[in-house]
């Protein structure tokens, strides 16, 4: 490793810094790991605001005299477990107790604070946070441990080797003497880095990986109601602002009569947008009432009107023809012609919003030297380029302090950082004279697209000898990277967006014969990656086209896919797991009920399920008791994995069984949780969770649980008397 920079920390404006001296913790030692150029050490001091009281050599971590021990963490927190995770593998290497530990968010600065996984930027998403951050945070912590370590050793006169840490303790067993943390604080700021420091062997750790070894850090605040989100931002001189968004995608401004909304007591101002009308008041409600008294003319000549069953349709006669090939090999045409049967299947994918329990807000004041923006933001480099675009500055100019967010699911993460742009928009047509906090309402989320897009699958499969011996899988859809600047990163060379066929284009099964292939749709709705993205449709139509044509064969569900696994080892070992963990003895559990078993790889996390399942006397499923198999490598928080795993089945099956935003000549049909239906907690399944040894590479756990369980409970509709496989999602269809 080379040599690390000194670099001073944060000013007493920072909040960070008043955290930390609220607490007694007067200086501050760090270790970080970017390598030694003038450009990031010039980065680094930036970032942290220099003060000669306080010391980091280091953008993650920081002990206080108090030893207090503060780990920045560079992914948002909106309840996926990032402060813990990222805080367990700091404390683990320092051999810190969990009492001392705290997290915040780092600021955005994507020289220090870049996802190793995506590039040369900040953010969160593709359940990276701990697949990235896994070994650049245990050496932040490992290499502060050294720190302190020699300066406990100056202080005594003793060998650095004769130290030994336990719990935030320092002790040499010859002599006695003990230390804590913050009594090494200052004379560790002294001395130079090491260059050399070595990461625990996993037999060694405490913390990572053992069951009940920390808990959550975030949930004491959130709890008790201490927790700040951006809702909670109350600053002297703030307008509150909402938006009057077009009712058809595409629409725009034609003329505004704004003479009865400014009649609303506490009503500031009405501001034309290019992506709406902005009204500004003293708080919330006056500014959500003068937006109803709005008389706006909307120029929708360009506007979408197409209804969802008309894309549907159109979808529908496209999956007929050969699209852009994703993946393929042997001769699939030659196997349907000598195949003993052929099996087709169509399934069919609405637009799902994303509902997070916090709609989108954000709050920004600016001036000529730059901006202060502060909301949940999930992708900070995009966020800061956009709002520096609008405002006319340089994204080094625009401050983003990270909130935490109730919720994301990928709404956050606009590849275009839209909602950036508005908040910008917002605060500039007022201009700098009062700060402006930008609110959207639940019928704005709803509403607002940016949702998983529309897709249709046409499948077949050639039978012939007891075995599946060709597929194919023609998928139609919208893209929301072609065009975008993610383009770059997930377009692969041959022009296919990697986010509409992963988990299509290569499925865990063996064929003679193979083909996947895309179509790409213009439509003006605008879409956005969901929760597990492109696996939130494959993984239900790949898994359930397996089970229809293990079923025609007449073979077990578990013991024909075991048969047909290709050559990666974890998904055997994985779906026998979730087999033992529930018994499995067939599809068939008595008393009326049946199971289904299915089984998805996503973001590197391979999650197998389960679903025992009965028609209940009102036509709808009802799904009694989900068992859940997860290897996401090294595991470093088992509770944050079952979370993780049980929320996302909470999540996935309410959304295949009642999700849906219904499209009628271009507008929105569903408003609220009132038609946006969401799982009732007495329709929550219970769940049971079994991690998978392994000792790979930690992968993600926030995404992955919620593909396994549509094609779960679907497989097990198909087994009770009568049942049939759920071509068209939801399952639960509202009248039209």
């Known amino acids: 490793m080379s040599s690390l920079p000194v670099v001073l920390n944060p000013s007493p404006s920072d909040p960070s810094r008043r955290a930390a001296l609220q607490a007694g913790a007067g200086l501050v030692i760090g270790v970080w790991l970017a390598p030694l150029t003038s450009g990031n050490a010039l980065a680094a001091a930036k970032a942290a605001k220099p003060s000669p009281e306080v010391f980091a050599p280091n953008a993650f971590v920081r002990v206080g005299t108090d030893s207090r021990v503060t780990v920045l963490v560079k992914h948002i927190e909106f309840g996926q477990g990032p402060f813990t995770g990222l805080t367990t593998l700091v404390a683990e290497e320092m051999d810190a107790a969990w009492s001392q530990m705290r997290a915040e968010h780092a600021p955005a600065d994507a020289k220090l604070y870049n996802n190793l996984a995506f590039g040369p930027f ?28 020699t300066a406990a050793a100056n202080a005594w006169g003793v060998p650095a080797k004769d130290i030994t840490v336990r719990r935030g303790m320092l002790h040499h067993a010859s002599t006695g003497r003990q230390g804590r943390f913050g009594d090494f604080a200052l004379a560790a700021a002294k001395l130079p880095p090491p260059t050399d420091v070595k990461l625990k062997d996993p037999s060694a750790f405490t913390l990572i990986g053992r069951e009940g070894a920390v808990k959550k850090l975030d949930v004491p605040a959130k709890t008790d109601g201490s927790a700040q989100f951006t809702i909670d931002i109350h600053e002297p001189g703030m307008l509150t602002a909402v938006v009057a968004h077009p009712p058809l995608f595409g629409a725009k401004v034609a003329s505004v009569d704004a003479a009865e909304a400014l009649k609303v007591k506490g009503v500031v101002a009405v501001k034309p947008l290019p992506i709406g009308v902005a009204v500004y008041a003293e708080s919330t409600w006056p500014a959500i009432k003068a937006r109803e008294k709005l008389r706006i003319t909307w120029d929708d000549s360009a506007a979408e009107k197409r209804g969802s069953e008309q894309l549907l349709a ?56 730059g901006a202060t923006a502060r909301f949940g933001s999930q992708v900070q480099t995009a966020d800061q ?7 006319g500055m340089k994204p080094e100019q625009v401050a983003i302090q990270t909130m935490l967010a109730g919720g994301s699911f990928g709404r956050r993460a606009q590849a275009g950082a839209d909602f950036a742009v508005e908040l910008a928009m917002v605060a500039k ?12 309402t639940r019928e704005d989320d709803v509403q607002g697209g940016f949702y998983r897009p529309l897709f249709v699958h046409r499948l077949r499969g050639a039978l012939r000898g007891g075995k599946v011996v060709a597929w194919s899988d023609t998928i139609v859809g919208q893209s929301f990277i072609l065009g975008s600047p993610m383009e770059s990163m997930v377009v692969n060379k041959a022009g296919i967006d990697e986010t509409m066929v992963e988990g299509a284009a290569e499925t865990p099964y063996k064929f ?3 083909r996947c292939d895309v179509h790409v749709q213009k439509v003006g709705v605008p879409t956005l990656w969901w929760r597990s993205v492109g696996a939130t449709h494959t993984g239900y139509a790949v898994e359930c086209f397996v089970d229809q044509l293990l079923q025609t064969l007449g073979q077990d569900p578990v013991a024909g896919r075991l048969a047909m696994f290709g050559e990666d080892p974890r998904f055997a070992r994985t779906l026998r797991a979730v087999a033992e963990l529930s018994q499995w003895s067939g599809p068939n559990a008595g008393s009326g009920r049946a199971r289904g078993v299915s089984i998805v790889k996503s973001f590197g996390t391979y999650v197998a399920h389960v679903a025992e399942v009965s028609m209940g006397e009102n036509g709808e499923p009802r799904v009694h008791k989900v068992w859940c198999a997860v290897d996401c490598g090294r595991v470093v928080n088992p509770d944050v994995v079952r979370a993780q795993m049980t929320g996302g089945i909470g999540f996935g099956l309410g959304h295949v069984l009642f999700g849906e935003i219904r499209m009628e000549q271009g507008l929105r049909v569903q408003r609220n949780f009132d038609s946006y239906r969401s799982l009732r907690i007495h329709e929550m399944p219970v769940v049971e969770v079994r991690i998978v040894e392994a000792t790979e590479k930690p992968t993600g756990v926030g995404e992955p649980g919620v593909p396994p369980i549509g094609p779960a409970v679907a497989n097990a509709l198909a087994r009770l008397p009568g049942g049939e496989r759920p071509r068209q999602l939801p399952m639960v269809r509202e009248a039209a």
């Open 122 to 149: 900040q953010g969160t998403g593709g359940s990276t946070a701990i697949a990235n951050s896994y070994e650049q945070m245990r050496m932040a912590g490992a290499t502060a441990r050294a720190l302190l370590v």
């Open 314 to 369: 159109q979808y529908r006669e496209v999956a007929r023809t050969p699209g852009k090939v994703a993946g393929s090999h042997g001769d699939v045409d030659a196997a349907w012609a000598s195949a003993e049967k052929v099996v087709e299947a169509e399934y069919a994918f609405p637009y799902l919003a994303h509902a997070p329990m916090e709609p989108l807000d954000g709050y920004l004041r600016f001036d000529a030297q």
């Open 385 to 391: 380029g956009a709002i520096a675009a609008v405002l």
């Open 429 to 440: 047509a007022l201009g700098p004279q009062r700060p402006v906090k930008l609110m959207w």
């Open 512 to 514: 003679d014969a193979f």
